[in-house]
C-alpha cells in the first residue's frame, strides 16, 4: 500500500468518527482555539443521525436510524449556535385495543381533560389516571434534577442521591426492578406496558431482571431535557448533524471523510502519565497515512477503541430491535374511529405492547424464537414536520411512518438474516393491520421502480451498516449518570471525572458507549471535550 502523509505537523486533538458526538467534540474543541482533525471512514459524516432519501425517486427525506430528540441538552445548542430546532408533538401517545367485543384505546395528550376522559374510559374510573399522574409527576421532578448533571462532571452515587432528594424515588428506579415500580402503581395491563416501554426501547430485557439494565433505559428516556419529552427535528435528524458539522468547520476544525482510523499508537508508559503525541494510522483510496494528536477522542464503540488500541475487546454486547421506514400515501383509518389517525399517529402507536404481551414476548424471543405477537411503537415524522417531503408529496398528503419493533435481539436473526426479517416485518404489521379499518399495503407509497415504500432494518443490518456491535443502538447496555466500581457501571466501566476516560491518560471515548452515553445527546462530544480543555 502506498504511503500517504497529508497531515502535518501534531494536532491538539485528532477525532475518530465523524457521528454526532464527534462533531459536537469537534465544534467545542475548535470554538476553544484548539487545532482539531475529524477523521470519518464514510463518504459522509453524521453516524446514525443522518437524513437520508432511501426510497428510489421520491423525495422525502427520512431519519433513517435515530429520530427523535430528547436528551440533547440545549445548553449544547445555545454554546454552539446551531441552526437546529425540535417541535413538541401534542399527543404523547395512543395505544389500541380490544375491549369489551370492539375496539378502543388510551390517548395520552391533547390536554388534561381528555386524557383524564381516556383514562376512565378504559379501566372504568379515574384511579389509573391518579395513579398515572403522580407517577410522572415523581419521574419529572427527578428529572429537573439530574438531566443538569449530565454536562457536569461525573458525580457519585451518593452526590447524585442527595441532589435528587427522594428516597422513594431513589429506590424505585435506582435500586429495585422497573417491574415492582409498575406492578405496584398500576393495575391495567395496557396502561402497565406503555409505562414499561420505556425501559425496553434497544434494551432486551424483563421487567424484574436483576441487571436493572430496564431501569437504566427507562432512566435516560425520561429525563430528556428535564422534562422526558421527546421531540420531533425539523428538516429530520440530519439537520442537526449537517450544523454541527458548519459549526465544526466555521469554528476551524478540519473534517475529512473516507478516511478511516485503523491503528492508535501510544506511548508504552502512557497508562500512568500523558507522555508525547500519540499516533493514529488512517487508511483513504489514497494509501495509508499517519497523523499526530496530543489527544485521540474515539467517537466508536467500545469495541472499536479496544481494536484501534490493539487490546482485548470487552464483552460484545446485543442490539434488540427492528427499526423500519415506511412513506404511505395517506395515513389509514383506525378500528377505533372516536380517534382521528393525524392525533394517534403523531405520537407514539403503542402496538402489541401490554404488559403481559411484552412478558411473552420476551419470553419467546429468549428461548430463540421470534415473538408470536411482535411488540413495536409507531409514529409519524411528517404530521408535525412536513418539511422532510418534497412540495409534491406534502400536497398530495402523503406521510412518513417510523415503527420500531422490541424484542427481537441479534441472535434470532443469525441463521437467515434476510428470511427472519421479512417473516417479523410481516408479523409486526400484521400487529398494526388488526387495529385498522384497512390494510397497511392499501396506503403504502411506491417508489420509481414500482416497489413499496418499507425498509427493515434489523440488528444485523445495523451492525453491517453503521458498525454498530451486535446492532446495540447504543453501543453496550446503559451506564447509570453517576462514578462508581466497575461493576456498578458495567463492564470496563471505571469512569474518570468526565465518564469519558480511559487506561490512557491521552484517548478518550467520547461515543455512546461512554458513561451517560446512548441516544442522540452530543453528551460524550461534550464531557470529551471538557475533558481535553480541563474544566
Known amino acids: 500500500m502506498t504511503k500517504e502523509q497529508r497531515f502535518q505537523g501534531v494536532y491538539d486533538a485528532v477525532i475518530v468518527g465523524g457521528g454526532h458526538n464527534g462533531l459536537v467534540a469537534a465544534a467545542y474543541l475548535a470554538r476553544a482555539g484548539r487545532s482539531v482533525l475529524l477523521l470519518e471512514r464514510l463518504d459522509h459524516t453524521g453516524g446514525a443521525a443522518v437524513s437520508t432519501r432511501p426510497f428510489a425517486g421520491v423525495d422525502a427525506r427520512l431519519s433513517r436510524y435515530s429520530y427523535l430528540v430528547s436528551l440533547l441538552p440545549a445548553t449544547i445548542v445555545r ?10 408533538r401534542t399527543v404523547s401517545s395512543y395505544t389500541p385495543t380490544e375491549r369489551a367485543g370492539g375496539p378502543g384505546g388510551l390517548l395520552v395528550g391533547g390536554g388534561e381533560a381528555r386524557t383524564r376522559a381516556s383514562f376512565a374510559r378504559l379501566t372504568g374510573s379515574e384511579r389509573e389516571y391518579e395513579n398515572w399522574r403522580d407517577f410522572y409527576a415523581t419521574t419529572a421532578r427527578l428529572a429537573r434534577r439530574v438531566f443538569p448533571t449530565l454536562t457536569e462532571p461525573l458525580p457519585t452515587r451518593e452526590a447524585l442521591r442527595a441532589r435528587i432528594d427522594d428516597e422513594s424515588a431513589w429506590r424505585m428506579l435506582f435500586e429495585e426492578p422497573l417491574g415492582r415500580a409498575v406492578e405496584d402503581r398500576f393495575a391495567d395491563d395496557l396502561v402497565r406496558g406503555v409505562v414499561l416501554t420505556d425501559g425496553l426501547i434497544g434494551t432486551f430485557a424483563d421487567a424484574h431482571d436483576p441487571s436493572l439494565a430496564q431501569n437504566r433505559c427507562f432512566l435516560y428516556h425520561v429525563i430528556g431535557g428535564g422534562t422526558g419529552d421527546w421531540d ?63 489527544k485521540v477522542l474515539v467517537n466508536a464503540s467500545p469495541q472499536a477503541l479496544a481494536r484501534l488500541l490493539g487490546d482485548s475487546a470487552p464483552q460484545a454486547p446485543e442490539g434488540a430491535q427492528l427499526k423500519v421506514n415506511m412513506l404511505l400515501r395517506r395515513l389509514p383509518r383506525l378500528r377505533d374511529s372516536s380517534v382521528d389517525p393525524r392525533e394517534a399517529f403523531s405520537g407514539t402507536f403503542h402496538i402489541g405492547e401490554g404488559y403481559e404481551q411484552l412478558a411473552r414476548a420476551y419470553r419467546e424471543a429468549a428461548a430463540g ?35 420500531f419493533g422490541l424484542h427481537t435481539p441479534a441472535r434470532l436473526f443469525e441463521k437467515d438474516n434476510e428470511g427472519t426479517r421479512e417473516a417479523l416485518l410481516a408479523a409486526t404489521l400484521a400487529q398494526l393491520d388488526a387495529h385498522l379499518a384497512e390494510p397497511l399495503a392499501d396506503c403504502v407509497a411506491l417508489d420509481a421502480d414500482g416497489r413499496p415504500c418499507v425498509e427493515a432494518k434489523t440488528p444485523l443490518d445495523l451492525e453491517r451498516e453503521l458498525r454498530l456491535p451486535g446492532g446495540h443502538i447504543f453501543h453496550r447496555d446503559l451506564s447509570w449518570p453517576f462514578a462508581g466500581p466497575a461493576g456498578e457501571q458495567g ?10 476516560e480511559t487506561r490512557h491518560p491521552d484517548v478518550l471515548l467520547c461515543g455512546a458507549g461512554a458513561v451517560r452515553g446512548g441516544g442522540v445527546s452530543g453528551v460524550p462530544g461534550h464531557n470529551a471535550a471538557m475533558a481535553v480543555l480541563g474544566r
Open 79 to 88: 454554546e454552539l449556535g446551531l441552526e437546529f430546532a425540535v417541535r413538541k
Open 232 to 294: 420531533v427535528p425539523v428538516g429530520g435528524m440530519g439537520a442537526l448533524t449537517d450544523a454541527l458539522a458548519t459549526a465544526a468547520r466555521v469554528a476551524g476544525a478540519r473534517i475529512v471523510t473516507g478516511h478511516e482510523a485503523v491503528r492508535i499508537d501510544v506511548d508504552p508508559d502512557s497508562s500512568t502519565q500523558a507522555s508525547g503525541p500519540v499516533e493514529v494510522t488512517y487508511r483513504s483510496d489514497r494509501g495509508e497515512g499517519r497523523v499526530g494528536a496530543r
Open 369 to 403: 424464537e421470534l415473538p408470536s405477537a411482535p411488540p413495536s411503537e409507531i409514529y409519524c415524522h411528517s404530521l408535525t414536520d412536513a418539511s422532510i417531503l418534497g412540495p409534491d408529496l406534502a400536497e398530495r398528503g402523503y406521510q412518513t411512518l417510523t415503527l
Open 491 to 500: 463492564p470496563e466501566r471505571a469512569p474518570g471525572r468526565w465518564g469519558v
